[in-house]
Each structure stands twice: as structure tokens, then as C-alpha cells.
């Protein structure tokens, strides 16, 4: 049980194009998401925290108007990636707080290169 | 504001042999501290995680962490090193009080390599 699954678990995209990531709880309600970028070698950065209904909250220097974050359920949230560019390149990984246990259990992260 | 310090980028031990991880953190509250893994093209598991209860945490596959708050560490050990231990292992730091259900801040990870 606990399983968050992303999707799509790599995708390439052109420079200046949108990319849309979707991260889902399969056997649970999470009141709370988090997206986390994890560059090569290094460690997870949290982005931003979405609650169902709600706006996300972004972390300091989490530009919000390009990396949009939809959390319309208490299974699936969204990020979208606007007008891409190489830097934006990067892991994506999300994680899904359990309703009833606050537990966290995370994606298997998405890669995204940007051309 | 919250921050993690893992000393060693990669961590070599024999099968067999003791597995010590180290992690310090900083935090202005008491923390909640977790240990997770991650093997290649996978997502992070939980290890374990201390939430203010027993400072000594046992957690799956044989790991156990001690929280030593006069020390600010939480280091992962294990006896003994088995060949599917060799994974990156993250130590993370939350001040929140959802436990949790709040973001993490992360170390950077410990890659771990045993050698047969």
C-alpha cells in the first residue's frame, strides 16, 4: 500500500514549450503534496507545498508564475513547468502526506531535459 | 531555519561490517528526523524517522538512528552490511508540527558502496 506514482517518468521538451507532471496517490488520500527538484548528485530542494483546494505555498526562490502547481484532489496535484529552458532541466520528485497517518511517501520522480 | 549535514558524499564498508551514516542537523525547534533510501530509478523509502519519543529508532532492514539532541546528530547504523544495503540514503530535518505531513529539508546524501 502507500504507492505515489508520477507521471511521465521522463519527458524531453524544447525550450520555450510547457511540461505538465503528474503525481498520484493510488491507494490513499493525501492531504498534502510536496514537490521537491533534485539536481545530479545532490540533494532534494522543496519547491512548494499544495493542499487540496488551495493555492500552493512556494518556497523562497520558487518562481510561481513558471512552475505552476495544481492540486485538484486529494490524489492527484500537478506541476506544470512554463516556458522551459535548459536550466529548468532537472529530477522532479513529489511527495504525498497520508490523511489519516501524516506519513510521507514519495514518487519515483520525473526527469526532465529541456533542448 | 532548519539544515542537515551528511558528512561523507559516499561511505565504502565490507559485507559484513558495521554501516555508520552520520548526519547532524540544525533546528530552532525540537525536530522531527528521518532516515530514507534510494535505490536507482526508484523513489525514496523511509527508513525510519524520530518524532520525540524513544531516542534510540529502529527502523526497517535491520537500520536503527540515536537521536543525541546535546550532540544535534541522528547517525544511521547497521551491524552488518549486506549487498542490497548499496543505495543513497538521505537524512532529512522537519520543524513542523504535522510531523510528517510537512516539507523536508534534505542533506545532501550518502552514497553507499559494500564491498563483497
Redesign the interface.
Known amino acids: 500500500g502507500a504507492v505515489?506514482s508520477q507521471h511521465p517518468s521522463w519527458v524531453i521538451c524544447k525550450s520555450g514549450t510547457s511540461v505538465k507532471i503528474e503525481c498520484r496517490s493510488l491507494d490513499f488520500q493525501a492531504?498534502?503534496m510536496?514537490w521537491?527538484r533534485q539536481f545530479p548528485?545532490?540533494?532534494?530542494?522543496?519547491m512548494a507545498?499544495s493542499n487540496e483546494g488551495s493555492k500552493a505555498t512556494y518556497?523562497q526562490g520558487v518562481e510561481k508564475d513558471k512552475f505552476l502547481i495544481n492540486h485538484a484532489s486529494l490524489t492527484l496535484s500537478t506541476l506544470t513547468v512554463t516556458s522551459a529552458h535548459p536550466e529548468d532541466s532537472s529530477f522532479y520528485?513529489c511527495?504525498a502526506?497520508h490523511r489519516g497517518?501524516?506519513?510521507?511517501?514519495?514518487?519515483?520522480?520525473t526527469r526532465l531535459t529541456v533542448t | 531555519a532548519q539544515s542537515v549535514t551528511q558528512l561523507g558524499s559516499h561511505v565504502s564498508v565490507s559485507e559484513g561490517a558495521l554501516v555508520l551514516l552520520r548526519c547532524n542537523y540544525s533546528s530552532s525547534v525540537p525536530p522531527y528526523l528521518f532516515w530514507y533510501v534510494q535505490y536507482p530509478n526508484q523513489g525514496l523509502q523511509l527508513l525510519l524517522k524520530y518524532t520525540s519519543a524513544a531516542t534510540l529508532v529502529k527502523g526497517i532492514n535491520g537500520f536503527e538512528a540515536e537521536f543525541k539532541k546535546s550532540e544535534t546528530s541522528f547517525h544511521l547504523t547497521k551491524p552488518s552490511a549486506h549487498m542490497s544495503d548499496a543505495a543513497e540514503y538521505f537524512c532529512a530535518v522537519s520543524e513542523g508540527a504535522g510531523g510528517g505531513a510537512d516539507g523536508l529539508t534534505f542533506g545532501k546524501g550518502t552514497h553507499l558502496i559494500i564491498q563483497p
Open positions: 505515489v492531504t498534502t510536496f521537491y548528485k545532490q540533494s532534494l530542494m522543496l507545498t518556497e520528485i511527495s502526506a497517518t501524516y506519513e510521507q511517501y514519495f514518487g519515483p520522480g
